[in-house]
Every structure is written in C-alpha cells, then in structure tokens.
C-alpha cells in the first residue's frame, strides 16, 4: 500500500507530465498522456455482456465503491508517516459511451510539487462502449503497476464477474 | 483428580482475565444480539495470498435520534453460514470490516463497509459478506429477493 501511494502520488504524475512542472488536468488529457508515459498503460477489452448492463453496473459501483478516503500508517524504527487519500470518482454516460475518472487527493502526508485538478489528480481513466453482437469495449487508461486491484475491480464490474469494491489499503 | 481440577480452574480463570483485559484493551466487545435472528449472514473470504489472510467481522451500532450511533458490539463472521439478529423496527448502522493479515513480516489492513438498515418486524434478510482477492462485496435482500439500497450516515457522529 504504501509503495502504491507513494507511486500515485508522486512517480506516476511526474511520469506523465515528463517530469516537467504540469500534468494532465482533465480526463481527456489524461488519455493522451498515458500511452507515452512510463509505468502506465492503456488496457483495452471486449465483454461479451451488453453496453447497457455494463454502463448500469458502472453507475452503481462507482460512488458505492471509489468514495473513500484511506489513511495509511508508515512507522519504523526510525520514522512514522501518516498518509490519508481521498479517492473521488466521476461517471459520464451517454447512448455511445460511459466514462469513468478515478481522481485521488492526498489530504495529508504527501507534498503537491505540481498544480492539481480540481477534485484531484486522475489516477485512472476508464471508457466503456458498445460495439456489434451485444458486446461492450472497455479501455482503461491508468498506472501499470501499483493499482492492481481497482483495475481488477472496474474490468470485473465489465465482464459481471466478481463484482464488488477494490479494498484500497492493498 | 483434585489437582488437575485445580488446575484447569486456573487455567480457565487466567484464560477469562487475559480474554477480558485484551478485550478492553482493543475496545470491542461482543454483541449482544436480540432474540430474533432476522439475518441471515453468509461469508466467503480468500485473500489470494498463501502469505496472508482476512477476517470479517461486523460491527453494529444503535442510531439514536440527533444522527449518533451508539457502538453496541461486534460480531465475527468465522462461520460461512450464521444468523443473527438485530433489533426490527429501528436502524442499526452495521459496519463490515474485512481485516487482512500477512504473514513474515507482511502489513495489516482494515478496510470497511458501512450500512444503515432497518429491519422490519418479522421479516428475514439474506446478507452475503464476500472478500476474494482483494475485492469486497456485502449485498443485503430481503425475502423477496430485492436488494437492500445502501445507506450512510453522511454528519453523523458515532460515540
């Protein structure tokens, strides 16, 4: 957890904005960046479950499950670190697609070395759409290591398969 | 015969001290449930770990008027199969929590689940409490089948 909280909060946006003093500030930003950014990754798939369902499970899960804020505690012999985030997520739906932003904000412990969003820095980004034969796309644009288990969660709320909540502290 | 008696005496009684002081000392308390066992909880955990594992407890706390809920007990749910029974006709704030232990050095975690119910009189509820891989899921229905919308308590404070 902690190495997960220290990647996103300070190695993942400096990868993406190049280690220069900005990075993305909005959803769309973010998926442009991501394809070039080291220790991130796009990720696309096909559901065989329909656009629809997906979309609905989306809607559900997302507030019931990525509105949460995580304190972690650090503490050895020689050092004790408090880091509380909080985790806010955005679902946009329209007939062709549902979005999903995952943003999270550092509320304490961390230092902010570049301009934040509002809302937070987007941790991961996830577009669901129809495509023929009652089949949904999803791609997901977020970290490639570190948030192994939220990206495990929102492809679960797509394929139907072990629906549920990502337990943040992992 | 006697001796051994004696003994086990002992063994008891430092066992109720040692039980009741680490008891006090975490702050939990087991609770006392109403007669009615008007849930029925089944639990599936598995970390994906051979180096860890989760255990899953709920915590119930009575709401009071003025939004205060008011810790009543916890309940560990070891068995994949139980009931129990909370109070029908007023909300209980039911707080889920799924502890993750590692093994050989490996951290502690709690994450959390929390429900605001009201169970009505003389109505049975189906709860399934599930932690696989890291991913969690309470779902809470009725006899009919239909799922209980979840509720928080948003400004509310516990004591």
Not at chain 1, 94 to 113: A, F, I, P, S, W
Not at chain 1, 131 to 140: E, F, I, K, N, W
Not at chain 2, 67 to 73: F, L, M, N, Q, T
Request: hydrophobic share 35%.
């Amino acid at each position: 957890m902690r190495y997960a909280v220290i990647l996103g909060a300070v190695v993942l946006p400096a990868l993406l904005s190049g280690c220069v003093t900005s990075h993305p500030q909005t959803a769309e930003e973010f998926r442009k960046a991501v394809p070039g950014a080291f220790m991130a990754k796009v990720e696309t798939m096909e559901v065989n479950r329909p656009y629809e369902d997906v979309s609905r499970t989306i809607e559900e899960k997302a507030p019931e499950c990525l509105n949460v804020a995580i304190r972690t505690v650090s503490q050895t012999t020689t050092s004790y670190q408090v880091i509380v985030t909080e985790y806010r997520p955005t679902v946009r739906v329209t007939d062709q697609r549902t979005e999903l932003h995952v943003q999270q904000h550092h509320k304490q412990g961390v230092l902010k070395v570049t301009k934040e969003p509002e809302g937070g820095y987007y941790l991961l980004v996830a577009d669901a759409s129809p495509v023929a034969g009652g089949r949904t796309r999803l791609d997901v644009y977020g970290p490639s290591i570190g948030h192994d288990t939220l990206i495990r969660a929102v492809k679960g709320w797509a394929t139907g398969d072990n629906v549920g909540c990502p337990d943040f502290t992992k | 015969m006697i001796r051994h008696a004696g003994t086990a005496v002992r063994l008891i009684a430092w066992g109720a001290l040692v039980t009741s002081v680490l008891a006090g000392c975490s702050g939990l308390k087991p609770y006392a449930e109403s007669p009615e066992k008007n849930l029925h909880i089944r639990t599936h955990t598995a970390s994906g770990s051979a180096f860890s594992s989760v255990r899953a407890s709920v915590d119930v706390y009575r709401v009071e008027r003025g939004c205060v809920a008011d810790y009543e007990g916890t309940v560990a749910l070891d068995n994949a199969d139980m009931t129990m029974g909370v109070p029908a006709g007023r909300p209980s704030y039911l707080v889920f929590r799924f502890a993750s232990s590692g093994f050989l050095g490996g951290s502690n975690s709690t994450i959390s689940y929390e429900a605001l119910v009201t169970p009505r009189p003389d109505s049975n509820y189906d709860v399934r409490v599930r932690y696989i891989d890291n991913i969690y899921n309470v779902a809470i229905r009725d006899e009919a089948g239909r799922q209980i919308e979840r509720q928080r308590l948003p400004g509310c404070r516990s004591s």
